[in-house]
């Protein structure tokens, strides 16, 4: 099964529909007056709304190409066959999302450089913070992430220094004249 798409993130006037019954009209003789749809001020309505949705996607519409480059970007956001994506992995959902490694990490950090306590001790803490987010994991799946959090920030720590390094060494092979950058991390606390 097809997995719903979020809507567009429309807003004011495009997220909202034409609704018939804001536009009738009354017609008819004496007594007999008829409701129809007002189909000129529908139509009205719908001519400001295509000038909203080229002001939306940042068109302008006096361009010669206007109108296929709204149309063109319409069809990008909307037909799931010109769209971009990854393919769904395999397996099953993670429930760890993108961005709580970060958080967590600091968090255990903050704990054991308040408390003292051991990276083990640090997680049992947190997991008992009341209205904490870190309740609903297993205490070894949160030392594992953990484990992995610290793997990564030794990966980007000496990243940043071979790219240091290498700056360093294009500098320097720019001329005496140019100033190379300090070797070590960017943020070094004295």
């Known amino acids: 099964m097809a997995r719903k798409r979020p809507a567009p993130?429309?807003?004011d006037a495009?997220?909202?529909p034409i609704y018939l019954e804001d536009h009738y009209k009354f017609t008819g003789g004496l007594g007999q007056a008829v409701r129809e749809p007002d189909v000129a001020a529908i139509s009205k309505r719908a001519v400001e709304k295509m000038w909203l949705l080229f002001k939306h996607y940042k068109i302008d519409p006096s361009d010669e190409q206007s109108w296929q480059e709204l149309a063109l970007s319409l069809a990008l956001t909307h037909v799931p066959g010109l769209q971009v994506a990854k393919r769904p992995k395999p397996g099953r959902k993670r429930t760890w999302k993108t961005g709580l490694d970060d958080e967590f990490g600091h968090a255990v950090e903050d704990v054991k450089s308040?408390?003292?306590?051991r990276t083990g001790d640090a997680i049992?803490?947190?997991?008992?913070e009341p209205g904490g987010m870190w309740k609903?994991?297993?205490?070894q799946n949160l030392a594992a992430r953990y484990r992995e959090w610290r793997r990564w920030q030794k990966?980007?720590?000496s990243l940043n220094e071979a790219w240091l390094n290498e700056i360093a060494s294009v500098i320097s092979s720019c001329?005496?004249?140019a100033t190379p950058p300090p070797l070590g991390r960017l943020h070094e606390d004295d």
Do not use: V
Request: glycine letters at 8%.
């Open 9 to 11: 993130n429309y807003t």
């Open 14 to 16: 495009l997220a909202q």
């Open 114 to 117: 308040r408390t003292g306590k």
């Open 124 to 128: 049992a803490e947190l997991q008992k």
């Open 136 to 139: 609903s994991y297993t205490r």
């Open 155 to 157: 990966f980007l720590a």
């Open 175 to 177: 001329g005496p004249s």
